[in-house]
């Protein structure tokens, strides 16, 4: 039988749970942190993970950031985000026009600033051929990295 | 010629056993504790969030729909309770709260109180309920988008989308002590396969799950990922890799034993859980999902009513 007793005892835990749940969400989001740890890249081609914390930490790969992340001209800047720069990039960012707006002239080959998939191609597949390290790349090989 | 009886059932009155259906429901919440800990110590407060709201709204929608319907109120059979806690496992732990709230609300009022309520839904309500919304909203559901920002010791990544994407090579890496305690990537309260079996046994233990579905449905996954993985031993990964991720261990013993959805006799029992495993496996490596057994589950659940055709025949003739 369902006594009344139980029906009180849900309404309680009902209650104390909901509390919980509130407080839950309200105080411990999970927010995405100042270094990324794992990256997603959606794109045409299916979605990409990247572990970022792997590649960066000391534990890991131990690279710096600027073997992947570009220097800034005549300032030390933390490095930022793949799209701030290059395309697509998120709505509302016009600038920069020019690799020029940040890079003095010798530091790069061509001010056109490049898109973003040709720019972490290059990126990953450079890197990971120099150390003969990761997933094999090639024009039959999307499917090492890109999930569709 | 003399035939012994065959059955023989005193008169009135009877002693009532003193367990009914929220002395079940209670003791499947119990069942269900130990994975939801482990899943709470691995991805701490915003899992803890997640199980407390689901199981809070999911009471929330079988009052306000037992009210609204003037059935009587059946929250107190904590029904509802086990439904919002096995649904809130399998979420990821960084789903929106109004993402929870609409699963529970699909879970209790389509899953359950649409056909009648406790013992009339021909799906495991969770279940069905994870299945509308993944299709729904597909990327809250995909672990590796939902948990990038959560820091992990083990490896980065939901193992069943790993294997399907790049073979078992992919996987090859991962202890399977690691998938046993629960350090992989994956639901709420769903990734320890160790905590759900030790939850699993106390239920067959204390006769609240017959044996038949879970072992059925585990000897069906086991043989069917063990022919795969012997004919393509790179392209798809081991039996006890499948056995111990993904939602193998909570679909065994808290899914695919839902009481109004799975049958009663034995043999349509262990052709049950044997037809989920065997689905789970065949959708898992040839289907288009990485995890095949919300859709096992719900076929096999389709085909509950058929299974349960098969039975002893009555005693005796109809006139």
Known sequence: ?148 | MNRPKKLIVSHAPFWHIGSAVPERNYNTLIATLPAALVGIGIYGAPALAVLCLSVASAIGWEFLLTAIAKRPNTVGDGNAAVIGMIFGMLLPATVPWWLVVTGTFVAIVIGKQIFGGIGANPFSPPVLAYAILSVAWRVYFDYDAQLLNVQVDFAPFYPLGAAKAFGAGAVADIPLSDLLIGRQIGGAGSTSALALLIGGIYLVARGYVRWEIPLAFIAGLFITATMFHAAHPEAYAGPLFHLFTGFSMIGAFFLATDDSASPVNTLPMLIYGAVGGIMTMLIRNIGAYPEGIIFAILLINLMNPLVDKIRPKAIGKVA
Do not use: W
Request: hydrophobic share 35%.
């Open chain 1, 1 to 148: 039988m369902i006594s009344q007793k139980h029906r009180m005892i849900m309404y309680g835990v009902t209650v104390l749970l909901l509390a919980v749940a509130i407080v839950g969400y309200a105080a411990f989001p999970v927010k995405a942190p100042e270094e990324p740890i794992r990256l997603m890249y959606h794109t045409n081609a299916g979605k990409v993970l990247f572990d970022h914390q792997t590649h960066a930490s000391a534990l890991g790969f131990a690279l710096s950031c600027t073997d992947c992340h570009h220097l800034h001209a005549g300032e030390e800047i933390e490095p930022v985000s793949c799209a701030m720069c290059h395309p697509p990039r998120p709505s509302g960012m016009e600038i920069p026009e020019s690799c020029l707006d940040c890079h003095m002239t010798d530091e790069i080959e061509d001010p056109q600033i490049m898109k973003r998939s040709d720019a972490l191609h290059e990126q990953c597949m450079s890197c990971h051929e120099h150390y003969g390290k990761g997933p094999s790349f090639g024009p039959d090989e999307c499917a090492k990295c890109h999930v569709m």
